[in-house]
């Protein structure tokens, strides 16, 4: 059967299913728009859901379910949904709290103490189920050595999980200030439904939560499925696509989700109609409305629900989830005030979202902007108050902070009664309008994402779920600028000295070598720690375990280190010619500040295969 007849067939079903929803949008038109991107994008087969609270626009499939066998993707087809497993964690760790005595209030250990966590504020601030839901709890994601389970053939207890990953279940932060992804949050959580319920978690939200909601192929599967139309994931290579084996994650109730476009398609229905089969109208909302971050409790209703996001689109406001697993990526977002509903997935490691970008723009090309904000002037004081610079505090993962530190903060200018994000070096970035209160439009948004405020005698710009403090700019510049020089000085010695030595070797008379020996050591070494990270991080299934490339960043950073420091011993011993001393001294200086640098954010002794 060729595309076109495949087209054809599609679109007279659809016909039969809704003629005036066929009436409404071009469906062919649209799927050539689809197939059109995925090929640009290179991306294998996508599954796609597109409703109206009461009509189904299109479900089905596009492009290949598995390349060398000519599978075409069809709506029955199950993907991994990665993250999007949250969404239904946490509506099933939700509804299964309003049929007993406990709530999102309660803390965690009320439920489980023998839960391996540390908060040192918990006698005044303990992490409630609420904290876990919307990722305030202060946990950090995934270390690395935790990220798959290579050792379980069925799924285990999620307590196992827990366990697994109590080296990310800290509070860096008193619980509820601040917003910072961490997938053993949910872990955390499906244990809680076990405890509760007295079934594994993946069995309850199966009879509670996806039957009733129409979704009966889908569910949380630890290991591929057997005898059931599943895709095969693909990761790009330069120009090849290449499979990805299954392989579970530790992760369970925060990514072990599988569904088809059928599915899908039931899921967001219930979701626009607010369907009170298992939750009340009220409890909706509460789901799509932060309530426990310090900018939710001074009135900010953006951001990170229960497993569920808001995200303004083309003139309306969505609601929604996005996950990525390997070899896969996904999105779902739904908007009452358009009644309408998308969900994607493709088998390519990538970013669904944009695909639910180009599906959107085709859908609302006829539509006008619902946006209804209404601007205010900037109060003086709001301004002389928060002009200024802000770093990141609130980073995933605590290792990979000096990251946030050291490439990312903002700038805050007011420009009149608009305010200008900047980069640290001066690039705009994003414009915010006033909205009252502290808060602010971000862009074109039609409801505010942003606000400012005070806490714990800190400035904090609160922007898209992201907790900034006010900072030294200065200070920051000369850090930046600092460490760029000292990576200068570095990468141009290791272009000298690679010369230096292969000129010596052509030499008579061998000129001394030690000086050169040392300061070269310790940037080869600081160069192999960076490939060898370099390798790890693209070598996912391997980066929590012991192999050559780990070894190679633990042992190099340790030699970095001892190598810079012993450039000091030969600064007296240096030939007479004050232009190299200079030049010896200046890049021996370099290299020892970025080993202060690199043992000040702890990757100096990293143990990859325990961290």
């Known amino acids: 059967?060729?595309?076109?007849?495949?087209?054809?067939?599609?679109?007279?079903?659809?016909?039969?299913?809704?003629?005036?929803?066929?009436?409404?949008?071009?469906?062919?038109?649209?799927?050539?728009?689809?197939?059109?991107?995925?090929?640009?994008?290179?991306?294998?087969?996508?599954?796609?859901?597109?409703?109206?609270?009461?009509?189904?626009?299109?479900?089905?499939?596009?492009?290949?379910?598995?390349?060398?066998?000519?599978?075409?993707?069809?709506s029955k087809h199950l993907f991994r949904q990665g993250s999007i497993s949250k969404s239904f964690t946490a509506f099933g760790l939700y509804k299964l709290l309003n049929e007993t005595s406990y709530s999102l209030n309660t803390p965690i250990e009320e439920i489980d103490q023998n839960l391996p966590f540390n908060n040192e504020w918990r006698d005044d601030d303990p992490v409630r189920i609420s904290h876990l839901l919307e990722h305030t709890s202060g946990f950090e994601d995934f270390h690395l050595h935790a990220m798959y389970n290579t050792r379980d053939n069925e799924t285990p207890p999620v307590f196992n999980m827990v366990v697994d990953h109590q080296n990310s279940l800290k509070s860096r932060w008193k619980p509820g200030d601040r917003k910072a992804y961490s997938n053993p949050n949910y872990i955390?959580?499906?244990?809680?439904?076990?405890?509760?319920?007295?079934?594994?978690?993946?069995?309850?939200?199966?009879?509670?939560?996806?039957?009733?909601?129409r979704m009966k192929s889908s569910g949380f599967y630890f290991k591929k499925p057997p005898n059931v139309p599943f895709v095969e994931g693909y990761r790009k290579i330069g120009a090849n696509l290449i499979p990805i084996p299954f392989t579970s994650i530790n992760g369970g109730p925060a990514g072990d989700f599988c569904a088809n476009a059928e599915d899908m398609a039931n899921y967001l229905q219930f979701m626009l109609k607010k369907d009170t089969a298992l939750i009340t109208e009220k409890e909706f909302s509460r789901i799509e409305t932060p309530k426990t971050s310090i900018a939710a409790r001074r009135g900010l209703e953006f951001g990170y629900g229960l497993g569920n996001y808001s995200v303004w689109k083309n003139g309306y406001l969505f609601h929604g989830h996005g996950g990525e697993i390997d070899g896969f990526a996904s999105r779902y977002v739904y908007s009452r005030e358009i009644d309408l509903g998308i969900a994607v997935s493709i088998n390519r490691n990538?970013?669904?979202?944009?695909?639910?970008?180009?599906?959107?723009?085709?859908?609302?090309?006829?539509?006008?902007?619902?946006?209804?904000?209404?601007?205010?002037?900037?109060?003086?004081?709001l301004k002389e108050t928060f002009t200024g610079f802000y770093e990141f505090k609130s980073p995933k993962n605590q290792f990979m902070a000096f990251s946030d530190r050291m490439l990312a903060g903002l700038v805050l200018d007011f420009d009149?009664?608009?305010?200008?994000?900047?980069?640290?070096?001066?690039?705009?970035?994003?414009?915010?309008?006033?909205?009252?209160?502290?808060?602010?439009?971000?862009?074109?948004?039609?409801?505010?994402?942003?606000?400012?405020?005070?806490?714990?005698?800190?400035?904090?710009?609160?922007?898209?779920?992201?907790?900034?403090?006010?900072?030294?700019?200065?200070?920051?510049?000369?850090?930046?600028?600092?460490?760029?020089?000292?990576?200068?000085?570095?990468?141009?010695?290791?272009?000298?000295?690679?010369?230096?030595?292969?000129?010596?070797?052509?030499?008579?008379?061998k000129p001394p070598v030690l000086n050169h020996v040392i300061l070269f050591g310790a940037i080869f070494c600081f160069v192999l720690m960076l490939v060898g990270f370099s390798f790890i991080m693209n070598d996912i299934h391997n980066t929590g375990s012991m192999n050559f490339y780990s070894v190679v960043v633990y042992l190099s950073s340790y030699f970095m280190v001892g190598f810079s420091f012993m450039t000091i011993w030969r600064w007296g011993r240096l030939s007479n010619r004050t232009g190299f001393k200079v030049y010896y001294v200046s890049t021996s200086i370099a290299t020892i500040i970025l080993s202060i640098y690199l043992w000040d954010v702890g990757f100096i002794g990293l143990k990859l295969w325990s961290y």
Request: glycine letters at 6%; charged letters at 20%; hydrophobic letters at 40%.
């Open 1 to 74: 059967m060729n595309k076109l007849t495949i087209k054809l067939l599609l679109s007279f079903l659809m016909m039969i299913n809704s003629s005036s929803v066929f009436c409404q949008y071009d469906i062919p038109s649209l799927l050539d728009t689809i197939e059109n991107f995925i090929e640009e994008k290179q991306i294998p087969g996508a599954m796609i859901s597109i409703v109206n609270s009461d009509t189904i626009i299109f479900v089905g499939g596009i492009g290949y379910a598995n390349i060398k066998e000519k599978e075409r993707v069809s």
């Open 188 to 213: 955390v959580a499906g244990h809680l439904i076990e405890v509760i319920s007295g079934v594994p978690y993946n069995e309850y939200i199966k009879e509670n939560i996806l039957n009733p909601m």
């Open 350 to 381: 990538g970013n669904a979202n944009a695909l639910v970008d180009e599906i959107l723009k085709y859908l609302t090309k006829d539509k006008t902007d619902s946006s209804q904000r209404i601007v205010y002037p900037v109060p003086e004081d």
């Open 416 to 509: 009149n009664d608009i305010v200008v994000t900047k980069t640290l070096l001066g690039k705009p970035k994003d414009t915010l309008y006033y909205a009252g209160k502290n808060q602010f439009y971000l862009n074109n948004e039609g409801v505010p994402s942003s606000m400012l405020m005070e806490s714990n005698n800190k400035k904090v710009f609160w922007i898209n779920d992201n907790y900034t403090e006010k900072e030294s700019r200065i200070k920051r510049l000369i850090i930046f600028f600092g460490l760029f020089l000292s990576f200068l000085l570095a990468a141009i010695y290791l272009l000298y000295g690679s010369v230096w030595f292969i000129s010596r070797f052509f030499k008579r008379e």
